[in-house]
């Protein structure tokens, strides 16, 4: 693609809010055609399957992927337009990039890779303070340091910071937790959510792990062999039963609570929903306060009454929607909705033969377990 007097500016479109990428490129094997309209803030997780085309589609996003065809706006700004002529090169481009490794400075302290930074930033311009981008990664105490002296969730932090640090009008994440074990992303994934809840910044966060995208995601993308396969809100999304997702091991539904009671006695907190409420070991956080949590489809059964002699306590009355047969014919999947908030079932076909279970019928939802998300 040509460079002309067009790249080296930026072309306003109408103060329109959002984000849309429309990309074409073709490889010997594989090929990305996207069409992507995502909201103009939270975090998006472009979801899929290594190869599906996630990390191509970021780097489109970025400029470092020559589009045979591409189209990008984002919140109002035009950074690439084949039919028009316009591409922004990546420099140009207002963005942040946090890799799978954080790629510090080894010879700078932390203190000096996060004003690297800041400058390419004027200081007019900046929308993300130093301070703000300290103590939102919770680095105070690593200023001072080498890149080596730190843990990799550490280094994954200041590399995050370093990324606000250029004000960016967009987050890419590509899988930044992929490199760490299990302790490390337990580590970050606080700080993650800090992001989301506290910056207006939109963030494109590249995962293929179910469990981040529940915990952090509003609006997820499934990609498969370099095509959208699905793209919306997650809670709607994951509960969807016509996509890959709602067949493996860990398909199931997200659902967004308010902390509404602690019972000090039985060291319980009950979780409020649009459809009712769960019971779950004592949080710390307040009464009021917002908490994701999963539920996976092989922990919910089903009853034709409310059982009230039974160690499972979390019950729900819900409406079959929909009764698809699972990766297995000894399954069946039940997606229902309780009072607004969507679940899904794993049974037996059996079972739901012997229930009589049909699109339309009222049942109970039996709750075995919930996962939460934070």
């Known amino acids: 693609m040509s460079e002309c007097a067009g790249e080296e500016r930026l072309v306003a479109t109408e103060g329109r809010v959002g984000i849309h990428a429309r990309f074409?490129?073709?490889?010997?094997?594989?090929?990305?055609?996207?069409?992507?309209?995502?909201p103009g803030r939270g975090v998006t997780a472009l979801f899929g399957h290594s190869g599906s085309g996630k990390t191509t589609c970021l780097r489109c996003v970025a400029g470092l992927e020559s589009a045979d065809m591409g189209v990008l706006e984002v919140n109002g700004e035009l950074w690439q337009d084949s039919a028009r002529g316009v591409f922004?090169?990546?420099?140009?481009?207002?963005?942040?990039?946090?890799?799978?490794?954080?790629s510090l400075f080894p010879h700078l302290s932390v203190r000096r890779n996060l004003e690297f930074g800041m400058k390419r930033v004027a200081a007019a311009t900046r929308r993300v303070a130093w301070d703000q981008a300290v103590d939102l990664l919770g680095i105070e105490s690593l200023l001072d340091r080498m890149p080596e002296r730190l843990s990799g969730g550490e280094r994954q932090r200041v590399g995050i910071a370093r990324a606000l640090l250029t004000s960016p009008r967009l987050l890419l994440m590509?899988?930044?937790?992929?490199?760490?074990?299990?302790k490390r992303k337990h580590?970050?994934?606080?700080?993650?959510?800090?992001?989301?809840?506290?910056?207006?910044?939109?963030?494109?966060?590249?995962?293929?792990?179910?469990?981040?995208?529940?915990?952090?995601?509003?609006?997820?993308?499934?990609?498969?062999?370099?095509?959208?396969?699905?793209?919306g809100g997650l809670v709607a999304t994951l509960a969807r039963l016509d996509l890959?997702?709602?067949?493996?091991?860990?398909?199931?539904?997200?659902v967004e609570s308010v902390i509404a009671e602690h019972d000090e006695h039985y060291h319980l907190s009950r979780l409020?929903?649009?459809?009712?409420?769960?019971?779950?070991?004592?949080?710390p956080e307040a009464i009021g306060h917002r908490l994701r949590f999963r539920v996976h489809a092989r922990d919910v059964s089903l009853?034709?009454?409310?059982?009230?002699?039974?160690?499972?306590?979390?019950?729900?009355?819900?409406?079959?929607?929909?009764?698809?047969?699972?990766?297995?014919?000894?399954?069946?999947?039940?997606?229902?909705?309780?009072?607004?908030?969507?679940?899904?079932?794993?049974?037996?076909?059996?079972?739901?033969?012997?229930?009589?279970?049909?699109?339309g019928r009222q049942m109970w939802a039996q709750i075995k377990a919930v996962a939460l998300l934070g």
């Open 174 to 182: 590509d899988e930044p937790l992929a490199a760490l074990d299990l």
């Open 24 to 38: 074409r490129v073709g490889y010997p094997g594989f090929a990305l055609d996207v069409d992507l309209r995502l």
């Open 88 to 102: 922004v090169p990546t420099h140009r481009r207002s963005l942040g990039y946090v890799f799978q490794e954080a």
């Open 187 to 231: 580590e970050i994934l606080p700080y993650l959510e800090r992001l989301h809840d506290e910056l207006e910044i939109p963030v494109l966060y590249v995962s293929h792990s179910p469990d981040e995208v529940a915990r952090l995601a509003d609006h997820v993308v499934l990609l498969d062999q370099g095509r959208v396969v699905a793209q």
């Open 272 to 283: 409020d929903f649009p459809g009712g409420n769960v019971l779950v070991a004592r949080r």
């Open 303 to 359: 009853a034709e009454s409310r059982n009230e002699n039974s160690s499972i306590t979390n019950l729900l009355p819900a409406v079959v929607c929909e009764v698809v047969t699972a990766d297995t014919p000894a399954h069946v999947l039940v997606r229902l909705d309780a009072g607004g908030t969507p679940l899904i079932a794993r049974i037996t076909r059996r079972s739901c033969d012997q229930l009589g279970i049909v699109a």
């Open 244 to 254: 890959p997702t709602a067949f493996t091991e860990d398909a199931g539904v997200v």
